[in-house]
């Protein structure tokens, strides 16, 4: 269905940009930002995919995925002050990325008939893992162990769909309202500053 | 054996542990440690797991090492002093961690029918890939390309796995006495701050 | 083919030597620098293989790159000082070892019968991630993603493959004048310093 492409073309369009402007940041020259581009915006998907043998992963046969990666490296090129401007656009686009790759990932956990908590966590390592590469490459300590709610966020997700199918909503449904869910804590989130609490040592 | 699964199972604590304290000192949030906690613990598996093709990796169907991780998690946030007070008992379940993971590692080889050179590597990969993983998420050179005798200490376990079988010795016994091997090269190491050389400049 | 053989010896050793060379500069102990040899050596075709699924991974049946890498390893142990004196040398080697690994990373893309967009990012997977991973163990931002012309290299002896192939040559020798190109390209880079652009923040 149409609208769930847009959705996925959303998300994998800003983890991209996150990661081409992350390396702009640093430095890089134009075809390092092109590798941080892609591996940002691939690199949870692949994970998950090594992770369960789902080879050859999954962006080396859809190339949908690809063109909209390239569309990004380009336009962060092109427009990256103006990015740097909308960061509340960035951010939304970003959470639906976010509760999307969530939904993705746990339906291939479904796939492979994992269990749920396998499956959820699997939804986690799709939704974070590209911006864990991201950081590892750029040399810090990866954001989301950090940042406001953020793997939690796509926990939550995860849970709420298996909760909605015990409930026997059906699958569609399940995830739309599930990703919703991921979207909305995440603007929550950055609109009241929410944190977990750290550990005093 | 009952023996045998308390052995995995305080070595994968010791693992998890190791991680969850590293991941403390960094002020990660509880989630990021969470994180930490559970990669440090799998990560030597999963590596070893992911190269020889043995997807989806063993985590993801054992119950009981995911229970050990979450518990091994919960008892650091709660008593992280107690544990920093106690570096040799951490240190003995490490090493009793480290020998059973190289051992283990060696046996997935060993069924994939692969040479005794790369049985042996995989049993390093196992024993010291988690701790690569945390200090690589955590930022840092990994501890064990520097530090007093670690991946040194489960290649010589590997080695004499091999040579108790050519000498005909029955599996178990080859493994326990290696394993036994592995643990008191550690506490030698520790007890007497044996160091691999450096190479001048 | 023997001559085939010698280059593709070389290209490993080459690799080899350089993460031999980057661990001794950060002072690991002589087994950290055992490890990052190999890791460089053949971290690039590991990669490549786990993501298209074609394992266990090459290295695990590969007596000759073991071998190769060890000797590299021990080479450089003794003769540090010397390889550092010699930079067009290690340089030359280095090229060699790119083009081929690119090659040889494009055609396992090929018998996976991936598209040519896959073949040719398997190809630099190949040639670069080798140094990615000792980088990224050696706590470095990958040289490759700010160094000159290096990753884009591989990527002209894919696009060149092709339009060799497309002209209806044969592969091999298809295949040797795309890593003379690779080659040609990074002297030509080295003599005259070209760099890509960065961007302008």
Redesign the interface.
């Known amino acids: 269905m149409i609208f769930k492409e847009i959705l996925e073309i959303l998300g994998t369009a800003s983890f991209a940009i996150s990661g081409a402007l992350a390396?702009?940041?640093?430095?890089?020259?134009?075809?390092?930002?092109l590798?941080?581009t892609f591996v940002t915006a691939i690199g949870g998907g692949?994970v998950r995919d090594?992770?369960?043998?789902h080879?050859?992963?999954a962006w080396?046969?859809d190339?949908t995925a690809?063109r909209t990666i390239f569309i990004s490296y380009v336009l962060t090129?092109l427009f990256?002050r103006a990015f740097k401007k909308l960061p509340l656009t960035l951010n939304i686009f970003d959470a639906i990325g976010l509760g999307f790759a969530t939904i993705v990932g746990l339906q291939r956990g479904l796939e492979?008939q994992?269990?749920p908590?396998?499956c959820v966590t699997l939804g986690m390592v799709s939704g974070c893992f590209g911006g864990?590469v991201r950081d590892?490459?750029?040399?810090?300590?990866?954001l989301?162990?950090?940042k406001d709610?953020y793997?939690?966020a796509s926990?939550l997700g995860g849970l709420l769909f298996f909760l909605f199918s015990a409930w026997e909503m059906v699958a569609p449904l399940a995830a739309t309202l599930s990703i919703l869910a991921v979207v909305l804590l995440r603007l929550a989130v950055m609109r009241f500053g929410w944190?977990?609490?750290?550990?005093r040592?």
């Open positions: 390396a702009l940041n640093k430095r890089l020259d134009v075809f390092g930002i590798i941080l692949t090594v992770l369960i043998g080879t050859p992963v080396m046969k190339q690809i090129l990256h492979a994992l269990s908590t396998i864990v590892v490459l750029l040399n810090e300590i990866p989301v162990f950090r709610i793997a939690s926990l944190r977990l609490p750290d550990v040592g």
